[in-house]
C-alpha cells in the first residue's frame, strides 16, 4: 500500500503510542513469573503481537481482560519441538532466543526475510559459554536458529555490546533463573546503554536484582523470583520524535502521555530539537513543539540509533548543517538505513551525504517524490515528516509496514490534521 502525503500545516493534540521496547522486557517477565501479571496500555503493533504468541508457545498462559492483557508464567518444558516466528523484531528473536534456551525442550527460532539479515552471533557465542546449545539452522551467525534448553548453573561471560545492547538485555533477562549467578562482562564500547537501564528497570518492576560497574560489568544473583506485578507501559519517545518533529516543521503538535522521568534513551530528542532552535514545551506528561527556525547541530547518534531517520529530516528543514555521527551500524536495522534513508531523502532534493560512519545534511528545499518505504517503518514515517514541509505531493510504497511498531500512524496524523491518505 501507498501513502499520499499533501504540504500544510499540522495542528493537534496526539497520545504517544505506548512503548514497543517496555512492553516486550514486560512481556518476558511476566512469562518468568510464578502467577499472573496484568499488563497495561500494551500496543497492538507487530513487534509486541510476536512475542505475546510466543508466550503462549513456550507455555504460558496469555487472556485477555478488557483493554488489560494477563499473562501467566513460568514456562513450561516440551517434549516436542517449539516453532517460534518472530515476524521483524529483532528484539523479540534475539530475547526469546536466550529465553528459550533455559526452558528444557528443542526451540527454533525464525523470522521474516529482513529479520534473515540481522546477526545474532554475539548472543549465540555468549549462550554457548554459559554452556547452553544452539546452531545455526541456514546461515552462520543470522537466524534461524535452533536451541536446546536445559539447566542453567549460572557464571561468568563476556558479550560483544559495539553492535547491539540486545545482547547484554537478553542476558540480563534470563540470569535470574540460574543457579549460582551471571557474572556479564561487556566487550568494547556499549551501545544503546539506555535500552540496558530500561531492561533493569522492568527487572526490577518484577523483583528482580542487578548488580552492576557502569556499563562494563552486571552481576545477576541466581535463584531469583519474579514477581507477578501490575505493569503499565508507558508511552514511546522514538514513536513521538516523529510527531514532534512534524509540530517543529509544519505548525503545532502536543504529544501526551509522555513519562517526563523515563529511562528511554530516546527522551534526547528534545533536547536535541531545543538544540537546533526548536520550541517545545513540557508540561507534566505532555510535550508540544511549534513551527520553529531550526539551525544544524552535530548529534552521536551512538545511544540513540532510533532517532537518526527523523534527525535526518529535522536537518533538511535547519539552516546550515547537520552532522549526525556513528550511524554505520544502522546498516543492520530493518533495512540498511544509511542506504534507504540517503536514497530516498535525496529523491525528496533532501542535501544528504554519508562518509565514515557520519551523515552530513545542508538546508534544502526539500520537494514531493515517489520514495520506497524500504519495508521499513521508521524510514516511512521520516519521509512522512518530510513531506509535510515539502513542494508537492510525495507518495511512500509500504505504509502498511508502519505496523511493526506504530499501527495508529496514519489515524494520528490525520488527528493533526496532516492531509494523508492510503491508497492501494
Avoid: W
Avoid at 544452539?134 to 560483544?160: I, N, Q, T
Avoid at 529535522?314 to 555521527?325: H, N, P, Q, R, V
Amino acid at each position: 500500500m501507498k501513502l499520499v502525503v499533501r504540504p500544510g500545516a499540522v495542528e493537534g493534540k496526539v497520545k504517544a503510542p505506548p512503548s514497543k521496547s517496555y512492553a516486550i522486557r514486560a512481556l518476558i517477565c511476566s512469562l518468568l513469573a510464578d502467577g499472573p501479571s496484568t499488563l497495561e496500555n500494551l500496543p497492538a503493533c507487530d513487534d509486541v503481537k510476536v512475542v505475546v504468541k510466543a508466550c503462549e508457545i513456550l507455555g504460558g498462559t496469555v487472556e485477555r481482560v478488557g483493554d488489560r492483557l494477563l499473562v501467566k508464567g513460568p514456562p513450561s518444558p516440551s517434549k516436542r519441538e517449539r516453532q517460534v516466528y518472530c515476524g521483524g523484531s529483532a528484539t523479540a528473536i534475539r530475547f526469546l532466543t536466550a529465553l528459550s534456551a533455559t526452558i528444557p525442550g528443542l526451540t527454533l527460532l525464525d523470522g521474516d526475510e529482513t529479520l534473515r539479515r540481522r546477526p545474532i552471533d554475539g548472543l549465540i557465542d555468549a549462550l554457548s559459554a554459559l554452556g547452553f546449545k544452539c546452531s545455526y539452522v541456514r546461515e552462520h551467525g543470522k537466524p534461524p536458529v535452533l536451541v536446546s534448553g536445559g539447566a542453567f548453573k549460572g557464571g561468568s561471560v563476556m558479550v560483544d555490546g559495539s553492535l547491539t545492547s540486545h545482547y547484554v538485555s537478553a542476558l540480563l533477562l534470563i540470569s535470574p533463573r540460574s543457579d549460582e549467578g551471571v557474572l556479564i562482562t561487556v566487550k568494547g564500547d556499549l551501545v544503546s546503554r539506555g535500552y540496558v537501564d530500561m531492561t533493569i528497570s522492568t527487572l526490577k518492576s518484577f523483583g528482580v536484582s542487578v548488580f552492576r560497574n557502569g556499563y562494563k560489568k552486571f552481576f545477576v544473583p541466581g535463584s531469583q523470583l519474579y514477581r507477578p506485578t501490575n505493569y503499565t507501559v508507558e508511552g514511546d519517545y522514538s514513536l513521538a520524535a516523529c510527531l514532534l518533529a512534524a509540530g517543529l516543521i509544519a505548525g503545532k503538535v502536543t504529544v501526551e502521555g509522555l513519562n517526563p522521568h523515563t529511562r528511554q534513551p530516546d527522551r534526547k530528542i528534545i533536547e536535541i530539537a531545543r538544540e537546533m532552535g526548536g520550541t517545545l514545551k513540557a508540561s507534566g506528561n505532555s510535550v508540544t513543539a511549534e513551527k520553529s527556525e531550526l539551525k544544524g547541530v552535530k548529534v552521536d547518534a551512538r545511544d540513540v540509533p532510533d532517532l537518526v531517520p527523523i534527525l535526518a529530516v529535522l536537518g533538511a528543514y535547519a539552516s546550515g548543517e547537520t552532522k549526525i555521527t556513528n550511524v554505520e551500524r544502522l546498516r543492520f536495522k530493518e533495512s540498511d538505513r544509511v542506504t534507504a534513508l540517503l536514497t530516498e531523502l535525496s529523491k525528496m532534493g533532501v542535501k544528504i551525504t554519508y562518509s565514515r560512519g557520519e551523515f552530513v545534511i545542508r538546508k534544502s528545499k526539500v520537494r514531493g517524490a515517489k520514495v520506497a518505504g524500504h519495508k521499513d517503518h521508521r524510514i516511512v514515517m521520516a519521509c512522512t515528516v518530510a513531506a509535510l514541509g515539502a513542494e508537492g505531493e510525495t507518495v511512500i510504497e509500504g505504509v502498511e509496514h508502519v505496523s511493526k511498531s506504530y499501527p495508529n500512524f496514519v489515524e494520528d496524523f490525520l488527528r493533526t490534521g496532516a492531509t494523508v491518505r492510503v491508497v492501494k
